[in-house]
């Protein structure tokens, strides 16, 4: 059972959807290993739009099962809207393509309580988050006081521990945010009403077996990016759990498998949404420009995406992390026009050069970039398929970037559609369709 990794390299948004969507032409099985509806990943395939937030984007093809793991948490009334939303768009998600650990622990309506509450109190020091209960349903779940999909099963249980944890909760929300208490019978009821449709998806015991037993391609899908993560992004402006490739296993609890391709997913720039430290951000012209160009609106939030230039000294540091072994480049389409583009090469920090990512967020907001700046092209690229098509100087740029990262790129995105892609191993040896590929590397 080989495994092929794809995740964020930067803060997120880098396109993940419609890269996973391409590769899983070759997979039997998709794996969402770590987070929660906080992420939302955007498809788009002939005139339809797919906003995919729990549900792994492998969903859209046919014969591919869908798994979110152990490392996830899961709001049941957003998963339900998703399934219904699909539905309506003629893909129909039910136990034959969607399986969910029993593990994988429960969003309740405390934590989206508490997630509202604290940003709202929290003054000039927000980080930005959704709201939707991300963060105090891992805390919940690193004190062992959280509820997984498994205890639905138990309905005294689950209601026994719904009083336990709402002893505290309610101590909160009635003398430190003036809120009125939450009633446990009341959310038990609510819980009950999703109950059979989440148990109908649950994981039996023979399911990973039976994965592990199969010679398909497992696609272990990440959320977010890595310099979000919890421990090595741009703490404490980052989500609440592990988005580096290394947590795949342990997020999904599929392990000791060879991995064949780990990819690092790199938007042609950079964009961030929410509060914290982005030092090649563009206030001007040209940042507006990628916002507008770049539909930098976020799928999950609404929110407009700050936008600014590529930044090889963050991604130096996430490749280190991450140990990746090719890039896909997104967005290239978006910087079509521009007369030239900027890459942030080093930084000065109090007056001093570095090419190394600080550690301290107090550090990062102090940096000043260096830029290398290069020849743009005029030429429209959307939807160009073979690298021969590209502008010399859109190659020449994304050979930079290559060589500047040791890192070969695998596939570039000239357009948000499945087939506006260009997929191949190296200049040298190009090949059309990265997932044959594999598969051809894998047997």
């Given at each position: 059972m080989p495994l092929m990794l794809?995740?964020?390299?930067?803060?997120?948004?880098?396109?993940?959807?419609?890269?996973?969507?391409?590769?899983?032409?070759?997979?039997?099985?998709?794996?969402?290993?770590?987070?929660?509806?906080?992420?939302?990943?955007?498809?788009?395939?002939?005139?339809?739009?797919y906003d995919l937030h729990a549900i792994p984007s492998g969903v859209l093809r046919d014969g591919v099962t869908c798994f979110i793991g152990n490392g996830v948490v899961l709001d049941p009334v957003q998963l339900i809207t998703e399934i219904d939303a699909l539905k309506q768009k003629g893909i129909i998600v039910d136990s034959n393509n969607l399986v969910i650990s029993p593990k994988a622990h429960l969003i309740m309506p405390w934590h989206k309580l508490l997630d509202m509450s604290r940003e709202k109190n929290a003054g000039k020091g927000k980080i930005g988050t959704t709201g939707k209960g991300i963060g105090p349903a891992y805390e919940d779940k690193s004190a062992r006081t959280g509820l997984r999909v498994g205890d639905l099963r138990h309905k005294d249980i689950f209601l026994n521990k719904i009083k336990i944890v709402l002893q505290e909760k309610n101590t909160l929300f009635k003398h430190l945010y003036n809120l009125p208490e939450l009633n446990a019978q009341d959310i038990f009821d609510e819980y009950m009403r999703y109950a059979d449709g989440l148990l109908s998806l649950v994981a039996d015991a023979s399911f990973d077996?039976?994965?592990?037993?199969?010679?398909?391609?497992?696609?272990?899908?990440?959320?977010?990016?890595?310099?979000?993560?919890?421990?090595?992004?741009?703490?404490?402006?980052?989500?609440?759990?592990?988005t580096v490739a290394a947590y795949a296993s342990v997020g999904s609890g599929i392990g000791h498998a060879p991995v064949i391709e780990n990819i690092a997913l790199v938007k042609a720039y950079t964009t961030r949404v929410g509060n914290g430290p982005f030092p090649t951000v563009d206030t001007g012209e040209d940042g507006k420009r990628l916002q507008k160009n770049g539909h930098e609106i976020g799928t999950t939030t609404g929110r407009a995406r700050d936008c600014g230039w590529l930044d090889l000294v963050a991604l130096k540091y996430v490749i280190s992390l991450n140990n990746y072994t090719s890039l896909a480049i997104t967005k290239l389409d978006v910087l079509s026009g521009f007369e030239s583009i900027k890459v942030a090469t080093a930084y000065t920090l109090d007056e001093s050069e570095t090419d190394k990512f600080p550690s301290d967020v107090s550090e990062l907001e102090k940096v000043i970039p260096i830029y290398t700046t290069l020849a743009g092209w005029s030429e429209d690229i959307r939807g160009i398929t073979e690298w021969n098509q590209l502008p010399e100087n859109a190659q020449k740029y994304l050979l930079f970037i290559q060589k500047s990262l040791g890192v070969p790129i695998s596939i570039i995105s000239t357009g948000p559609e499945r087939n506006e892609t260009i997929s191949f191993v190296s200049q040298e040896s190009s090949v059309k369709n990265l997932a044959d590929f594999l598969k051809a590397q894998h047997n």
């Open positions: 794809v995740s964020g390299a930067q803060w997120g948004d880098e396109g993940k959807g419609k890269i996973v969507d391409l590769l899983t032409e070759s997979a039997s099985l998709v794996v969402r290993f770590q987070g929660g509806n906080n992420a939302g990943h955007t498809i788009v395939i002939g005139d339809k739009i077996a039976e994965a592990i037993a199969q010679k398909e391609i497992v696609l272990m899908e990440g959320a977010q990016g890595a310099l979000l993560d919890i421990d090595h992004g741009t703490y404490p402006f980052v989500t609440s759990s592990n």
